[in-house]
């Protein structure tokens, strides 16, 4: 059976069985590589994508749960102008290092702004705290967030 | 702030914000099969019998009788197996690799094979070591003596805990035969080790190896040797399918079996004389796991680093490495200094609370100077700006105040505060860069006078790719954007030395810097011109002798101070941290975004060693941590509070007066995280991690 979801802003649909890992689905059939690989079990976020507003660990999701959903990754996200946002905070703060974890971090991010357009230092950490990055020591990435918020106002 | 310092958009910053950089992962080639290690489940055993079931078409195994050339990794000693001989050492130890084209067949095949073994009795505790793989001692003054004529002697014993890269990005690797030649690519700190690994491997000649580095998602010394490794077995692989072979590893297999910071045991011997430190007697043991792999050098810092920085006239120092059952350790940020730093540290805290006086206070009294010798007896050639860092931090984290009083708190919540003092010695340990690197780097002019660096060392995210370009362009007078760089591939780049040793900055961009200053005097617009340099040692440097464990083991040093503040809990045992501070000077920051991203970076990583990282074996000598929900590291939520300040100390024989940077920001959180610890508690404490479980212990024995 096809199972059909809206994936960046087009509508797709997948011939995986139903409980295939989502992070799979997208990797290698669509193939959608800016979505990262770090464990496969939901504790590193690098795997991270916005289902329906919210953001997910794709290797925790199945298949069959996204039918009808919405899904964004990294590769419709780059696309917006909330993204062009984000990508010159990140840049101004040289918050990219091994950049492993970073499509997660951005989309962490854009629902972070989503929730809260000025939002406080708490609850970007919050906010970031299911994205490990083992490179920056976060304050570096928590200071772009911050430059985002400024500099997007009306964005979000 | 200096010109160069202003921060600059990284060369790599749009490819990997917009997650189109490609990492190993992500690269699908035609016909291209996946493989899987099967490992030893045994931590000592003679392989008796490896029986396989049918194979289908398409599916093989790769092992021992595959290496067509040495099946040894060529490290440093060569005792590494591509593939597992007649025996096993380790839980872990790669057999074989099954090899196919869909990954699921080839995890069912591996599920299916039967190995036989015959168990051995393993050694896995580091203290029955019987095999000493490097042993090393220096001395100087009149130890004897000194604690003959001693008031009080201090005697005491410290250990340190596995720590585990945890880069984001797991090992992974592709080989390919093509024309008669094997391309490798992957993640990794250091092509060119793969390149000498594979032809040793192979049995090949080195030009008919290529090695190039993909976009590597992390490495903290975890990507140095260990992809030389991978990528032996890997290539083996390829050459008997004659395709393409992809291996990557699961997050929990990076974890278990590849290799990690050594753990310690450090023994101190103090004399103290009318209130004076005056003779140190150490005694230092790190597990090397069942093979050597970096072990030698990694010792060899520990070593030099177990006086601290302070002036001990009279000091001996013992050294050894030692094999056990267990997981070959190696590389991590800070390479053997950590585990000696928090020893000298905390025994320094200790012997002050003895005396009577703060730790600081003993500490300021015996701080090295410029001129002075060092534990090698060489000597600190250059400023040693502790006194300065010490004021500022006091200043930034009200310690002096904080410390006193956080004395003898009572209540639930208790607060405390810790300090440490520390360096990080520049480079290659001892003569390795004259004697061994010997770096070769260069720069290409193309018709169109773009330039391009032409080196063999990678950015792993410590962001070199940027750092090299404005060096070149600030020195040539071009526009950054005029400066190229690509990814190392041994086809084009020379050996200009491993990413390691807080080295290439200053090493290989000191080249660059030369190449550049020659280039812009013979620039002819519109010709192709190359310019290549060599490495040549300064020539203050006092030539350093293994052998004798004497001389400058560093040209220079980075330095540094840091503060960290916590409150503990009593009831629950967990600890917050309110604060931490470091000071660092690592010369001039070429760049200061960067600079701030490393140092940041690093001393997290080091908090998470003193606090939460927790590794260990059972009983079977299988590793019981392997996965992020078992091994914790810091969170953006763990130490909201986290500052760091750059002090601009420019070191004259660095590429503007840059010195080493990326490790120093790990080697002192772990002391002053621990003496915070004990300040909240009033306890002395010996070990790292220390974890709410161990602070659970303390307060158990407290109240008994």
């Given at each position: 059976m096809?199972?059909?979801?809206?994936?960046?802003?087009?509508?797709?649909?997948s011939?995986?069985?139903?409980?295939?890992?989502?992070l799979d689905?997208?990797?290698?059939?669509f193939?959608?590589?800016?979505?990262?690989?770090?464990?496969?079990?939901?504790?590193?976020?690098?795997?991270?994508?916005?289902?329906?507003?919210?953001?997910?660990?794709?290797?925790?999701?199945?298949?069959g749960?996204?039918?009808?959903?919405?899904?964004?990754?990294?590769?419709?996200?780059?696309?917006?102008?909330?993204?062009?946002?984000?990508?010159?905070?990140?840049?101004?703060v040289?918050?990219?290092?091994?950049?492993?974890?970073?499509p997660?971090?951005?989309?962490?991010?854009?629902?972070?702004?989503?929730?809260?357009?000025?939002?406080?230092?708490?609850?970007?950490?919050d906010?970031?705290?299911?994205?490990?990055?083992?490179?920056t020591?976060?304050?570096?990435?928590?200071?772009?967030?911050?430059?985002a918020?400024?500099?997007?106002?009306?964005?979000? | 702030?200096?010109?160069?310092?202003?921060?600059?958009?990284?060369?790599?910053?749009e490819?990997?914000i917009?997650?189109?950089?490609?990492?190993?992962?992500?690269?699908?080639?035609?016909?291209?099969?996946?493989?899987?290690?099967?490992?030893?489940?045994?931590?000592k055993?003679?392989?008796?019998?490896?029986?396989?079931?049918?194979?289908?078409?398409?599916?093989?195994?790769?092992?021992?009788?595959d290496?067509?050339?040495v099946?040894?990794?060529?490290?440093?000693?060569?005792?590494?197996?591509v593939?597992a001989?007649?025996?096993?050492e380790?839980?872990?130890?790669?057999?074989?690799m099954?090899?196919?084209?869909?990954?699921?067949?080839?995890?069912?095949?591996?599920?299916a094979?039967?190995?036989?073994?015959?168990?051995?009795?393993?050694?896995?505790?580091?203290?029955?070591?019987?095999?000493?793989?490097?042993h090393?001692?220096?001395?100087?003054?009149d130890i004897e003596?000194?604690?003959?004529?001693?008031?009080?002697?201090?005697?005491e014993t410290?250990q340190?805990?596995?720590?585990?890269?945890?880069?984001?990005?797991?090992?992974?690797?592709?080989?390919?035969?093509?024309?008669?030649?094997?391309?490798?690519?992957?993640?990794?700190q250091?092509?060119?080790?793969?390149?000498?690994?594979?032809?040793?491997?192979l049995?090949?000649?080195?030009?008919?190896?290529q090695?190039?580095?993909d976009?590597t998602?992390?490495?903290?010394?975890?990507?140095?040797a260990?992809?030389?490794?991978?990528?032996?077995?890997?290539?083996?692989?390829?050459?008997?399918?004659?395709?393409?072979?992809?291996v990557?590893?699961?997050?929990?297999?990076?974890?278990?079996?590849?290799?990690?910071?050594?753990?310690?045991?450090?023994?101190?011997?103090?004399?103290?004389?009318?209130?004076e430190?005056?003779?140190?007697?150490?005694?230092?043991?790190?597990?090397?796991?069942?093979?050597?792999?970096?072990?030698?050098?990694v010792?060899?810092?520990?070593?030099i680093?177990?006086?601290?920085?302070?002036?001990?006239?009279?000091l001996?120092?013992?050294?050894?490495?030692?094999?056990?059952?267990?997981?070959?350790?190696?590389?991590y940020?800070?390479?053997?200094?950590?585990?000696?730093?928090?020893?000298?540290?905390?025994?320094?805290?200790?012997?002050?609370?003895?005396?009577?006086?703060d730790?600081?206070?003993l500490?300021e009294?015996?701080?090295?100077?410029?001129?002075?010798?060092?534990s090698?007896?060489?000597?600190?050639?250059?400023?040693v700006p502790?006194?300065?860092?010490?004021?500022r931090?006091?200043?930034?984290?009200?310690?002096?105040?904080?410390?006193?009083?956080?004395?003898?708190?009572?209540?639930r919540?208790r607060?405390?505060?810790?300090?440490?003092i520390?360096?990080?010695?520049?480079?290659?340990?001892?003569s390795?860069?004259?004697?061994?690197?010997?770096a070769?780097?260069?720069?290409?002019k193309n018709?169109?006078?773009?330039?391009?660096?032409?080196?063999?060392?990678?950015?792993?995210g410590?962001?070199?790719k940027?750092?090299?370009?404005?060096?070149?362009a600030?020195?040539?007078?071009?526009?950054?954007?005029?400066?190229?760089?690509?990814?190392?591939?041994?086809?084009?780049?020379?050996?200009?030395?491993?990413?390691?040793?807080?080295?290439?900055?200053?090493?290989?961009?000191?080249?660059?810097q030369?190449?550049?200053?020659?280039l812009?005097?013979?620039?002819?617009?519109g010709?192709?011109?190359v310019?290549?340099?060599?490495?040549?040692?300064?020539?203050?440097?006092?030539p350093?002798?293994?052998?004798?464990?004497r001389?400058?083991?560093?040209p220079?040093?980075?330095?540094?101070?840091?503060?960290?503040?916590?409150?503990?809990d009593?009831?629950?045992?967990?600890?917050?941290?309110?604060?931490?501070?470091?000071?660092?000077d690592?010369?001039?920051?070429?760049?200061l975004?960067?600079?701030?991203?490393?140092?940041?970076?690093?001393?997290?990583?080091?908090?998470?060693?003193?606090?939460?990282?927790?590794?260990?074996y059972?009983?079977?000598?299988?590793?019981r941590?392997?996965s992020?929900?078992?091994?914790?590291?810091?969170t953006?939520v763990d130490?909201?509070?986290?500052?760091?300040e750059?002090?601009?100390?420019p070191?004259?024989?660095?590429?503007?007066?840059?010195?080493?940077a990326?490790?120093?920001?790990?080697?002192?959180a772990?002391?002053?995280?621990v003496?915070?610890?004990?300040?909240?508690?009033?306890?002395?404490?010996h070990?790292?991690?220390?974890?709410?479980?161990?602070?659970?212990?303390?307060?158990?024995?407290a109240?008994?």
């Open positions: 096809m199972i059909e979801f809206t994936l960046n802003g087009q509508t797709v649909e011939a995986a069985k139903a409980n295939t890992r989502l689905v997208l990797r290698h059939e193939p959608l590589t800016g979505v990262k690989c770090g464990c496969k079990e939901g504790e590193c976020g690098a795997c991270s994508v916005i289902l329906d507003g919210k953001l997910v660990n794709s290797c925790m999701i199945a298949l749960f996204v039918a009808g959903g919405n899904i964004t990754t990294i590769e419709g996200y780059r696309e917006t102008e909330r993204f062009a946002v984000l990508d010159k905070a990140y840049a101004a040289s918050a990219v290092q091994c950049g492993f974890c970073i997660g971090m951005i989309l962490a991010s854009e629902c972070i702004l989503a929730k809260n357009p000025n939002p406080s230092e708490g609850e970007i950490r906010g970031i705290s299911g994205n490990l990055c083992r490179c020591g976060y304050n570096a990435i928590v200071e772009a967030i911050h430059i918020a400024r500099e997007g106002k009306g964005l979000w | 702030m200096e010109k160069i310092s202003q921060s600059t958009k990284k060369k790599d910053h490819e990997k917009s997650g189109r950089a490609l990492y190993v992962d992500d690269h699908v080639m035609e016909d291209m099969l996946h493989g899987r290690l099967l490992r030893s489940v045994k931590a055993a003679r392989l008796v019998d490896i029986i396989l079931p049918d194979l289908p078409s398409g599916y093989f195994v790769v092992d021992k009788n290496v067509t050339g099946n040894r990794v060529h490290i440093v000693l060569d005792d590494t197996p593939y001989e007649d025996t096993v380790y839980v872990g130890e790669p057999i074989l099954v090899v196919g084209p869909e990954m699921k067949e080839v995890e069912r095949i591996l599920n094979i039967v190995v036989v073994y015959e168990e051995q009795e393993p050694i896995l505790d580091m203290r029955a070591a019987e095999t000493v793989f490097f090393y001692n220096y001395a100087k003054g003596t000194a604690f003959k004529e001693a008031d009080r002697v201090f005697v410290f340190t805990g596995y720590q585990e890269q945890a880069y984001l990005e797991t090992q992974g690797i592709i080989a390919y035969p093509h024309n008669g030649r094997m391309t490798v690519r992957g993640s990794m250091c092509p060119y080790y793969v390149h000498g690994a594979i032809a040793k491997a049995g090949c000649k080195n030009q008919d190896v090695v190039v580095q976009v998602g992390g490495g903290f010394g975890g990507k140095e260990f992809p030389s490794i991978l990528a032996c077995q890997v290539a083996v692989a390829a050459q008997k399918a004659n395709k393409p072979v992809k990557i590893f699961e997050r929990r297999e990076d974890m278990e079996f590849t290799s990690k910071r050594h753990p310690s045991i450090s023994t101190y011997k103090v004399a103290v004389k009318s209130g430190i005056t003779a140190m007697d150490i005694e230092v043991l790190f597990n090397s796991g069942a093979y050597t792999t970096l072990s030698p050098v010792l060899q810092r520990g070593l680093c177990a006086s601290g920085v302070y002036r001990i006239e009279n001996r120092v013992t050294g050894r490495a030692v094999k056990t059952n267990t997981v070959p350790t190696g590389a940020r800070g390479f053997g200094a950590p585990q000696t730093f928090f020893a000298v540290e905390m025994m320094m805290d200790h012997i002050a609370t003895a005396l009577g006086v730790s600081l206070e500490k009294r015996c701080m090295v100077k410029q001129g002075d010798a060092t090698t007896s060489g000597k600190y050639h250059f400023h502790l006194p300065e860092m010490v004021a931090i006091d200043q930034l984290a009200d310690y002096r105040a904080k410390r006193k009083n956080y004395q003898h708190q009572t209540g919540y607060k405390g505060i810790g300090l440490s520390f360096f990080h010695g520049c480079g290659f340990t001892g390795g860069e004259r004697d061994i690197i010997k070769v780097a260069k720069l290409r018709a169109d006078d773009t330039v391009e660096v032409l080196a063999s060392n990678t950015d792993i410590q962001g070199l940027t750092t090299f370009c404005k060096i070149v600030d020195t040539l007078g071009i526009p950054y954007e005029q400066v190229l760089i690509e990814n190392p591939d041994t086809d084009r780049v020379p050996d200009s030395g491993p990413t390691v040793a807080s080295r290439s900055l200053m090493t290989v961009g000191g080249l660059l030369r190449a550049a200053v020659r812009k005097q013979e620039w002819k617009s010709e192709v011109q310019i290549e340099e060599r490495f040549v040692e300064p020539d203050f440097v006092i350093f002798n293994l052998k004798e464990f001389g400058d083991a560093y220079t040093y980075s330095w540094s101070v840091n503060a960290i503040e916590v409150e503990v009593i009831l629950t045992a967990t600890t917050k941290i309110l604060g931490a501070w470091g000071i660092f690592v010369g001039v920051p070429i760049d975004n960067i600079i701030q991203g490393q140092m940041q970076g690093g001393l997290l990583q080091g908090i998470g060693y003193a606090s939460m990282e927790q590794m260990d059972n009983d079977q000598g299988i590793i941590n392997n992020f929900s078992d091994y914790i590291i810091p953006a130490v909201p509070h986290l500052v760091t750059i002090l601009n100390n070191y004259t024989h660095g590429p503007y007066g840059a010195k080493g990326g490790e120093l920001p790990l080697v002192g772990a002391p002053a995280y003496e915070a610890v004990e300040n909240a508690l009033s306890v002395s404490i070990k790292i991690p220390f974890t709410p479980e161990d602070t659970m212990r303390v307060l158990q024995e109240n008994q």
